[in-house]
């Protein structure tokens, strides 16, 4: 399978029922290369009556699906993950061309996606029920789990296999159907996703593909048919809440990984250095375009002096370009739009009484590049400290005591992921307390792990990825009441 990379750009068409096939209009959309904006590929632009296709082949194969052993969806994602790892060098460059990033960091995504698979293949084996004598006697209360069925999984384009990988794995594991729907902007990887998975083994049906340039209209009627029981959606709060919504009509399960605002704290008893090092992590992990990323950098006022200092001259070193050239650390955005908005961002911040400490100037084309940025003395209030800035611009505020720190890290509809740097270890219990997100990250810039519970509070949404808890999206619940007098 040398030619995965071929495969992919060579426009295969939809994965349904097994079969690789194009779009039934025959239209195809343009996927860019957001280095100099070319065209890297045409994918096939699936319409609505390919999205019902897609799950009429799901359904028709869930039943037999879920009967298969665990242990045999656990073998064909164990032969999953060994295939992607097999072509790691290849999903490598194929994530880095779509998307932007470097291939060292697209290697340390192809790393991460494909422990979703190892890990579901080990969890695929581990459903349990429960039995139970019914407390006041008399019956029995036995509670089985059964894979919910056919799953909608929509995916974002910052992670092109790892946020793939985190809904398909579990969705196997549990005996579950799928028809997945890649974002628009790079769908090549979960097109040469789709094949290495078929040849491990996947029976025809169970996961299906259709690129689409028109979300809406797919999302718009696989809700609205009752066959389809799960949305899984990583992305955006507003269009989770579209979602959210749509999912009134037939009430689907959901799943729903949003957006995120998270508040990285360096307390006065920090580890200065190391406080640097998790930042960095946290702010420049895929170029700041992460739902995970550091969006405001809370520091006690006593080493916001030193820590902004430190920030700045590490950040002012990266080397910004294409991210398969060799030496660069920082690649493009992904779009024009993600450059402008950042831009404007930053240009308030210093309009507010903001001091640009590196960066803050976006260079002359092609790409859609931006510099590491670092601003100190960012106003509690300064725009860029509310919204998701989704790149490498580093706000720092400060804060003089950890009641103030708390009150401005949970001031936020977001939920999804908090950082601290501390070395006192009652504070650190205190904070997992009192903070309001899903995830903490205490003296580390990195949270993400496959054996990890993934997910949100407030505004990031709901459900998680990864973890014990992964496949427990994929399955319901069935209580059976027995009576033994
Ligand atoms: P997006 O919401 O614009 O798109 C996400 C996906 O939804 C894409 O596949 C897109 O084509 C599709 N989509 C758009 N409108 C749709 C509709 N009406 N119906 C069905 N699908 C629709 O988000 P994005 O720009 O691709 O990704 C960035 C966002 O994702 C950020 O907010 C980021 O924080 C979030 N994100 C969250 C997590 C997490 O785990 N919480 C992980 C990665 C990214």
Redesign the pocket.
């Given at each position: 399978m040398s030619d995965l990379l071929e495969f992919a750009q060579s426009d295969p068409g939809l994965l349904i029922g097994g079969e690789w096939r194009e779009a039934h209009a025959g239209g195809r959309f343009a996927v860019l290369d957001p280095a100099d904006g070319t065209e890297l590929a045409k994918a096939a632009d699936g319409s609505v009556h390919d999205a019902v296709d897609a799950l009429d082949a799901a359904v028709a194969a869930q039943a037999a699906w879920a009967e298969t052993a665990p242990r045999e969806r656990g073998e064909i994602l164990r032969a999953g993950y060994a295939g992607v790892t097999a072509h790691a060098d290849e999903f490598a460059r194929l994530i880095s061309l779509e998307m932007g990033k470097t291939l060292a960091e697209a290697k340390g995504e192809v790393g991460y996606g494909a422990e979703f698979l190892r890990w579901f293949s080990e969890e695929a084996v581990r459903v349990h029920g429960r039995w139970m004598h019914a407390p006041a006697g008399g019956s029995r209360l036995l509670t089985m789990k059964k894979p919910v069925g056919p799953c909608l999984l929509?995916?974002?384009?910052?992670?092109p296999l790892a946020?793939a990988t985190r809904k398909i794995g579990p969705a196997i594991a549990a005996g579950c159907t799928m028809v997945v729907?890649?974002?628009?902007?790079t769908p090549l990887t979960t097109l040469a996703l789709a094949r290495v998975l078929t040849e491990a083994g996947l029976p025809p049906g169970v996961l299906n593909v259709v690129t689409t340039s028109d979300?809406?209209a797919?999302?718009?009627e696989l809700m609205a048919d009752d066959r389809l029981r799960k949305v899984s959606?990583?992305?955006?709060?507003?269009?989770?809440k579209?979602?959210v919504r749509q999912s009134a009509g037939e009430l689907q399960r959901l799943s729903m990984?949003?957006?995120?605002n998270a508040p990285f704290l360096v307390f006065e008893d920090a580890d200065v250095a190391a406080a640097v090092d998790g930042a960095m992590l946290a702010k420049m992990r895929n170029m700041g375009e992460?739902?995970t990323s550091a969006n405001r950098f809370l520091v006690h006022e006593s080493v916001a002096e030193e820590f902004g200092a430190r920030l700045a001259e590490r950040m002012a070193a990266l080397r910004t370009g294409r991210g398969q050239d060799d030496g660069v650390d920082v690649g493009p955005l992904i779009n024009p739009d993600a450059v402008e908005s950042i831009d404007q961002l930053v240009t308030d911040a210093v309009h507010d009484g903001a001091t640009l400490l590196t960066g803050g100037k976006v260079p002359d084309g092609p790409g859609y590049f931006y510099p590491p940025t670092v601003l100190s003395g960012v106003p509690e209030d300064s725009q860029i400290n509310g919204v998701?800035i989704?790149g490498p611009v580093a706000p720092i505020s400060t804060f003089a005591d950890e009641d103030e720190a708390v009150r401005r890290a949970n001031g936020t509809e977001y939920g999804?992921v908090a950082y601290a740097y501390t070395r006192d270890l009652a504070r650190t219990i205190r904070l997992a307390e009192r903070l309001e997100f899903g995830m903490l990250g205490l003296n580390t810039g990195l949270v993400s792990n496959p054996a990890a519970p993934?997910?949100?509070v407030k505004s990031?949404?709901f459900g998680r990825?990864g973890g014990f808890e992964g496949i427990e999206e994929y399955l319901s619940t069935t209580y059976v009441g027995i009576g033994v007098s």
């Open positions: 929509i995916t974002p384009w910052n992670f946020m729907k890649p974002a628009e902007l979300s809406a797919l999302s718009k959606f990583t992305g955006s709060t507003e269009v989770g579209i979602l990984e949003l957006g995120g992460a739902c998701e989704f999804l993934f997910g949100g990031s949404g990825e």
